[in-house]
């Protein structure tokens, strides 16, 4: 029989178990390589987990709803194309468009996140309005996002070629700095008081819960679930959209195949960080810790040298143990 302390310490466990496999992670890789801990590598964590953050915000959203979108990570390659072949600097001898005079750094930027939203709106009407599940329709968007991004990435004169020579004011926004943070950080971090703001403080938000926990009852309570649904695809894909921006001026180029899987790792983050795949249920702080275990899995593992076979049999049963702990406290709830 346990005591009340033993009660209370069980209970902070459960309600904490996400931040707890966090701090223990950490800690057992700070043991085998106590650098793990220095600036670089930490800094190298939150620049990885920066876009990854983003994108599965947008997961998060959808999720909560009761939805799933498969289209994102082939968004985010979109996004990466679109914005690079209109940010190369104008003497670069293999530029997308030659002609081209240098457009300001937003113009690029703006067209991509707005044909992210597009994408995520019509998304969203082909679930709400059409009645399609959100894992046909967004699997079928999936299919078309990557046939447009080839047919683009394939005209003349790049002819398939990854894009390079990027400008520096659009490469700063991956790699500068401000005050010694990362913009890209600073992105990230903003993006993450906003999404809080937007799922705890307002209309939208309440009403994403509340459709995700039961569509029908949201619908009778006078929400209007159809036009709540649209936006909460479309924000989710213009986020992704914003990560594929990210991640090309991070890396400073862009492929057709970039994004590639990249929305089952959101989801799995998300998962990961407590949002139940049947809706109702999620945080932005959960998302965050999510995102920040699978960074220090992928880092951390390779910090140490472990091999990198080993590495996807250790991802799993961390990725299984975290949601299976996260999940008993909703049983003990019920």
Do not use: H
Not at 44 to 70: E, H, P, Q, Y
Not at 124 to 147: C, D, E, N, Q, Y
Not at 248 to 259: H, P, V
Not at 266 to 293: K, Y
């Amino acid at each position: 029989m346990m005591n009340s302390f033993q009660k209370r310490i069980l209970t902070f466990l459960l309600e904490n178990a996400i931040y707890v496999v966090l701090v223990l992670l950490v800690a057992g890789i700070s043991i085998q390589d106590p650098n793990f801990l220095s600036f670089g590598s930490l800094r190298n964590i939150l620049l990885s987990s920066s876009t990854k953050l983003i994108l599965a915000l947008g997961s998060a959203m959808v999720l909560i709803s009761g939805g799933v979108d498969l289209s994102a990570g082939r968004v985010v390659g979109f996004a990466a194309v679109l914005s690079a072949s209109m940010l190369q600097i104008e003497d670069y001898p293999r530029r997308f468009y030659p002609a081209l005079s240098q457009l300001p750094l937003l113009g690029p930027i703006l067209l991509a996140l707005a044909l992210g939203a597009v994408i995520g709106a019509l998304n969203g009407l082909a679930v709400a309005k059409l009645r399609i599940p959100p894992f046909i329709a967004t699997l079928g968007s999936m299919v078309i996002v990557f046939g447009l991004n080839l047919i683009y990435f394939d005209q003349e004169p790049n002819n398939s070629q990854p894009i390079g020579g990027l400008r520096p004011d659009f490469t700063d926004l991956g790699s500068g700095a401000i005050f010694g943070m990362p913009i890209i950080v600073l992105i990230a971090a903003a993006v993450f008081g906003i999404a809080w703001i937007l799922f705890n403080k307002t209309l939208t938000g309440k009403s994403m819960y509340a459709i995700g926990g039961n569509r029908e009852a949201a619908r009778v309570s006078g929400i209007n679930v159809d036009a709540t649904l649209i936006r909460i695809y479309a924000t989710a894909s213009a986020l992704a959209a914003l990560a594929g921006i990210l991640e090309a001026a991070r890396s400073g180029g862009a492929k057709s195949n970039y994004g590639e899987m990249y929305e089952l790792d959101a989801i799995a983050a998300c998962v990961v960080g407590g949002v139940s795949t049947s809706g109702g249920i999620g945080t932005v702080p959960g998302v965050l810790a999510g995102v920040l275990i699978f960074s220090v899995i992928n880092y951390g593992l390779t910090f140490i040298g472990m091999n990198p076979n080993l590495q996807f049999i250790v991802k799993g049963l961390i990725i299984i143990t975290a949601v299976a702990i996260d999940v008993r406290k909703y049983w003990q709830r019920s």
